[in-house]
């Protein structure tokens, strides 16, 4: 199977809470799930042992100095989950959503190759009494993902449904680690208030709430060191789709290692697919009139799928407007491919802005299936350059 290069710029919006995460006010919901409502402005930090590039210390309760669990290939990806476990917990406290309001301030950008396409909610839930999560029918993408202390997917809830877990449903643990996305309609204050909403709208029951601690204290220093060479291997040897799993059986060494450090809490493929699109010749890369032409992907859209491009600059940030495109937004030429251009003025169709030596990320939400998704990415990569217009 192909490697993918440049695995890092896929990296999901995992990393917001490794920065010193924020203490926010919490309030009461008429809902079963109390909320902690995220501020870019919160007053009060929260050192929560996680870097802002993930690496750990014993600030972190699942971590020490010394007298530690010396980490190794079998409990890494175990360690890496209850940094981000324990995390949570010491912001929101158990059994608490907190949600980001508002969309990513381009002039304060503190997470490395962002995704805009949706807002992110997060919570730590004991599920040792049962838990259930109900998601109320919506015509846009939202989902709760539901990782176990192993970060298996156990569970992804889309709007309309209702899904109950028990320890049973667990490889490990009695805690999960819910990550929910939803997608505004728009990023004005009308479509911002309306994917709020949407937010409060679900529910989850939980018939315990016992605060998450890690059974085990992992050697910090030797976590550290393990997972920075994993994610440098990543970088050339991973393969997205071996890596994000929704079954223990399913491990693949060391794919799992690799891809669950360098993204934690990313999707499983038949959930959503990513692959980095870079320039095809050296008029591209530094940033002349370029474009590209695609089928679009096969997606679910009948769930309210959709694919998206992000522009980033070398360093993984956007610094261009406009800087994406997707699904919805971009119009289709007659026979319903899709033209992308790339700093082709205002008269050019679906015209996105690059800096020089840009990388992109394709992400699409919802394929139809795993191996046709894998092909389009292969037959996209090969037969699809992004190449300068003469």
Known sequence: MKKLSLLLIFCLSTLLIACNGKKKNEKESSKENTEVTATSKAKNDVDTGVGKNGEASSVNPAFVDQGGEEV??????????AKYLAAETMISGPNKFRHERNGIDLDNQTVIRSNFDAIYSYAVYDVS???????????LYQIVQVLDENSVTIGVVYPGETKSFTKDDLSYGDHVYLFMRTRPRTYDEKGMEEMRKRQDAVTVEAGSA???????????????KLRGELIKRAITEGVIEEGFIDDIDDIKTPQYQMINTAGWAGLPAKHAYYFVVLPGDEGAKNGEH????????DLQYDRSAYWSITIYNEQGWVVTNPFNTNSTKAVPNEDGTITLNFNGGEDAINNIKVPKNWNALFRCYLPASVPSIIEYRKDFVKNHKVLTVK
């Open 72 to 81: 190794n290939m079998e409990n890494v990806i175990r360690a890496e989950t």
């Open 210 to 224: 016992n605060p998450y601690g890690s059974e085990v204290k992992y050697d910090v220093e030797s976590f550290n």
């Open 290 to 297: 370029s474009s590209v032409t695609f089928e679009k992907p």
């Open 129 to 139: 009494g049962g838990l259930e999560i109900s998601v109320p029918e919506y015509d």
